[in-house]
C-alpha cells in the first residue's frame, strides 16, 4: 500500500508555531548590543586566534526541562554546546557552568548529568557558579572550541544542495519540548567521533555552511541559517529528511535532536560530504536545495509549500 502523501500546508503551519522557533522571535532584542560583527546569529563566535579560530558559544537550558529531568538539563547543558562547535567546524575545548538550583539535591543530579555528557562528548569541565537556595532554578554553560576552517551560516549560496545530518539511534521524548537523544543509545566512542564529520567537511572544504538542529527543529534551524545569507531560500524535501522510523514526521520536524545538522554542500562535493557521516555509522542525505528566493518551502514530490519568507517577515531581525 502506497502511504498517504504529508500535508504540506499543515506541516507548514506546524512549524511556524512551534515554541521553540517562536521563542527565536526575540533574539530581535540582540540588536540593541553594538559592533555584532560579521557572524551575528551564528552557532558560536569565532574570533582569529593563531592558525585559526577560537570559538566561544553559550547556552540557557530551558525552564520546563530543568524542572521536568534536572539529570537531562545537565546532559543537555553539554550537548547543547557541543553541537554549537561542532557547527562551526570545530572541536570543544572546554566549558563551565552556572546554576542556581532549589536545595543540594536538586543541584548534584544538574552536576550528575553534566559530568556524565561531559564524559560521553570528551570535554572537560573547566568551573563554574554554583548557587543553592535560589528562588527560580537556573541553569546555563559557555564553552570554547577551536577550528581551522569555518562552517558558517552565512556561507550557504543559491544553488548548494541541503543536507541534513542525524544519529538516528536513540529515544525520542516530550519534555515540554520534543527531543530525540542518541546519549544512552550511542557507543561513547562513536559520539566523541561523531562530531569529527563536521570538521572533516570544514577542513576539505565539502560543505560551505552549518548549523546545528536545536529546538525549533530542522525545518526552523534551517530557516535560521537562511536567515544570515544573503537572500538565500530552500527547499525541504520532507520524504527525504533522515527521521526515526517511529517519529511521525509532523513530530520530527520541531524534534531537538542530541545530534543533527543541517548543512550547505556544493553540488560538485555534496557526495563526498554525506560520506564523511555515513562512514561514521550517522545517517546523512541529500533532501533539498538552496536558491534565491529569500523564502523556506517544504516539498514531498508535489507543488511545494511556504513555510516563511524571510524578506516580506525576518524572523530575528529587529522588526
Given at each position: 500500500?502506497?502511504?498517504?502523501?504529508?500535508?504540506?500546508?499543515?506541516?507548514?503551519?506546524?512549524?511556524?508555531?512551534a515554541?521553540?522557533?517562536?521563542?527565536?522571535?526575540?533574539?530581535?532584542?540582540?540588536?540593541?548590543?553594538?559592533?555584532?560583527?560579521?557572524?551575528?546569529?551564528?552557532?558560536?563566535?569565532?574570533?582569529?586566534?593563531?592558525?585559526?579560530?577560537?570559538?566561544?558559544?553559550a547556552?540557557?537550558?530551558?525552564?520546563?526541562?530543568?524542572?521536568?529531568?534536572?539529570?537531562?538539563?545537565?546532559?543537555?547543558?553539554?550537548?547543547?554546546?557541543?553541537?554549537?562547535?561542532?557547527?562551526?567546524?570545530?572541536?570543544?575545548l572546554?566549558?563551565?557552568?552556572?546554576?542556581?538550583?532549589?536545595?543540594?539535591?536538586?543541584?548534584?543530579?544538574?552536576?550528575?548529568?553534566?559530568?556524565?555528557?561531559?564524559?560521553?562528548?570528551?570535554?572537560?569541565?573547566?568551573?563554574?557558579?554554583?548557587?543553592?537556595?535560589?528562588?527560580?532554578?537556573?541553569?546555563?554553560?559557555?564553552?570554547?572550541?577551536?577550528a581551522?576552517?569555518?562552517?558558517?551560516?552565512?556561507?550557504?549560496?543559491?544553488?548548494?544542495?541541503?543536507?541534513a545530518?542525524?544519529?538516528?539511534?536513540?529515544?525520542?521524548?516530550?519534555?515540554?519540548?520534543?527531543?530525540?537523544?542518541?546519549?544512552?543509545?550511542?557507543?561513547?566512542?562513536?559520539?566523541?567521533?561523531?562530531?569529527?564529520?563536521?570538521?572533516?567537511?570544514?577542513?576539505?572544504?565539502?560543505?560551505?555552511a552549518?548549523?546545528?538542529?536545536?529546538?525549533?527543529?530542522?525545518?526552523?534551524?534551517?530557516?535560521?541559517?537562511?536567515?544570515?545569507?544573503?537572500?538565500?531560500?530552500?527547499?525541504?524535501?520532507?520524504?527525504?529528511?533522515?527521521?526515526?522510523?517511529?517519529?511521525?514526521?509532523?513530530?520530527?520536524?520541531?524534534?531537538?535532536?542530541?545530534?543533527?545538522?543541517?548543512?550547505?554542500?556544493?553540488?560538485?562535493?555534496?557526495?563526498?560530504?554525506?560520506?564523511?557521516?555515513?562512514?561514521?555509522?550517522?545517517?546523512?542525505?541529500?533532501?533539498?536545495?538552496?536558491?534565491?528566493?529569500?523564502?523556506?518551502?517544504?516539498?514531498?514530490?508535489?507543488?511545494?509549500?511556504?513555510?516563511?519568507?524571510?524578506?516580506?517577515?525576518?524572523?530575528t531581525?529587529?522588526?
Amino acid at each position: 500500500m502506497t502511504a498517504a502523501a504529508p500535508d504540506l500546508a499543515a506541516l507548514a503551519a506546524t512549524v511556524r508555531a512551534a515554541p521553540g522557533l517562536r521563542a527565536k522571535r526575540d533574539l530581535d532584542l540582540l540588536a540593541r548590543l553594538p559592533d555584532a560583527g560579521a557572524l551575528d546569529g551564528d552557532d558560536a563566535a569565532a574570533i582569529r586566534h593563531g592558525d585559526g579560530y577560537l570559538l566561544v558559544c553559550a547556552e540557557a537550558i530551558a525552564p520546563a526541562l530543568l524542572a521536568a529531568d534536572p539529570y537531562a538539563a545537565g546532559a543537555a547543558a553539554v550537548a547543547t554546546n557541543v553541537s554549537d562547535i561542532r557547527a562551526m567546524g570545530g572541536r570543544p575545548l572546554a566549558l563551565v557552568d552556572t546554576i542556581v538550583s532549589p536545595d543540594r539535591a536538586h543541584a548534584a543530579r544538574i552536576l550528575d548529568g553534566l559530568a556524565w555528557a561531559a564524559d560521553l562528548h570528551g570535554v572537560t569541565v573547566a568551573g563554574g557558579h554554583l548557587t543553592i537556595g535560589g528562588i527560580a532554578p537556573a541553569l546555563s554553560a559557555s564553552c570554547t572550541g577551536f577550528a581551522t576552517k569555518l562552517l558558517p551560516a552565512a556561507g550557504a549560496r543559491a544553488g548548494d544542495v541541503l543536507l541534513a545530518a542525524f544519529c538516528l539511534e536513540g529515544v525520542w521524548r516530550d519534555l515540554g519540548t520534543p527531543v530525540f537523544s542518541s546519549l544512552r543509545d550511542r557507543e561513547p566512542a562513536k559520539l566523541r567521533e561523531d562530531g569529527e564529520a563536521l570538521v572533516e567537511v570544514a577542513e576539505k572544504g565539502l560543505c560551505r555552511a552549518a548549523r546545528d538542529v536545536s529546538m525549533p527543529g530542522a525545518a526552523g534551524s534551517l530557516l535560521q541559517l537562511l536567515e544570515l545569507t544573503r537572500g538565500c531560500g530552500a527547499t525541504l524535501d520532507v520524504d527525504r529528511l533522515p527521521r526515526p522510523p517511529e517519529v511521525p514526521l509532523e513530530d520530527w520536524l520541531v524534534t531537538f535532536p542530541s545530534f543533527g545538522f543541517v548543512l550547505a554542500a556544493p553540488p560538485e562535493h555534496a557526495a563526498a560530504a554525506i560520506a564523511a557521516f555515513t562512514r561514521r555509522d550517522l545517517t546523512c542525505a541529500a533532501c533539498g536545495a538552496f536558491d534565491d528566493t529569500g523564502v523556506l518551502k517544504l516539498a514531498a514530490g508535489g507543488a511545494p509549500a511556504d513555510v516563511w519568507d524571510l524578506a516580506a517577515e525576518p524572523l530575528t531581525r529587529p522588526r
